[in-house]
């Protein structure tokens, strides 16, 4: 059964930063502990590159690097060195560096077209998890202005795919306007621990309704995130707790 829902608020985005970049490291010890490795699906978004930030300049001395396996929740379709890249954002933040061997960092190979690069990245998370559940010790997601998180955007049909872990999705109303891979609603929703992160003001009106006991899911994709036997927490500065 899935725990409780957590709502944690901070004073502000550096102190939601901090508390994410430990709370990464804390999951990430207990992962090693109990099942020797550690599993993790970044999100892309300015919160999370703070955590990043944090993690590389803070920690980087204390982590059991050669036991993290490091995964996309999603990618833009362009190339691994183009700035708008997820994974040349947590690169260039985190874990540039680093001691985690190449092969333990899963790119999503964007020279592909979408729908292949998607089936592609699926493939390869079915093979690292073999008959194992595909099951993440811990996914971080951010809240879009439009209520979609991930890359499942409001109004496309990505939101509603079922039998895949991995799909793809042409471009929602918010920048950049290029195609994007993901994790599907399934995927996410098999993960020990998935948190999201937001901030600022900008974010009031959103996570209201994200958490409102009303909240349409339709409206708010980010509302379909239900894990199913595991921890879902919303952390936030005070800016977007209102």
């Avoid at 954002?89 to 729908?115: D, K, N, S, W, Y």
């Avoid at 991995?166 to 918010?174: A, C, H, I, N, Q």
């Avoid at 003001?201 to 009303?214: E, P």
């Amino acid at each position: 059964m899935a725990e409780e829902n957590q709502v944690i608020v901070l004073k502000d985005a550096a102190a939601l930063a901090q508390a994410a970049a430990e709370m990464v490291m804390r999951c990430a010890a207990d992962a090693i502990a109990r099942r020797g490795r550690f599993m993790i699906a970044l999100s892309g978004g300015s919160t999370p590159e703070a955590a990043y930030e944090i993690i590389h300049r803070t920690f980087a001395s204390q982590g059991n690097w050669a036991k993290w396996f490091i995964f996309l929740g999603d990618e833009r379709a362009v190339p691994t060195d183009d700035p708008r890249s997820n994974l040349a954002m947590a690169m260039r933040t985190m874990l540039h560096g680093l001691p985690i061997p190449p092969e333990q960092i899963f790119a999503v190979r964007t020279q592909l077209p979408p729908a292949d690069a998607a089936a592609d990245y699926e493939k390869r998370i079915k093979d690292f998890f073999g008959y194992a559940e595909p099951r993440f010790d811990l996914i971080l997601l951010g809240l879009g202005d439009d209520g979609h998180t991930a890359s499942l955007f409001p109004g496309l049909s990505a939101r509603h795919e079922q039998s895949k872990l991995v799909t793809f999705s042409p471009p929602g109303t918010l920048p950049p306007p290029v195609d994007r891979i993901t994790f599907t609603f399934p995927l996410i929703n098999l993960a020990r621990k998935v948190v999201f992160l937001m901030a600022g003001a900008k974010k009031k009106s959103v996570v209201r309704q994200l958490l409102a006991a009303d909240v349409n899911p339709e409206l708010i994709p980010a509302a379909n995130v239900h894990p199913v036997d595991g921890e879902l927490i919303y952390m936030m500065d005070q800016a977007a707790h209102g």
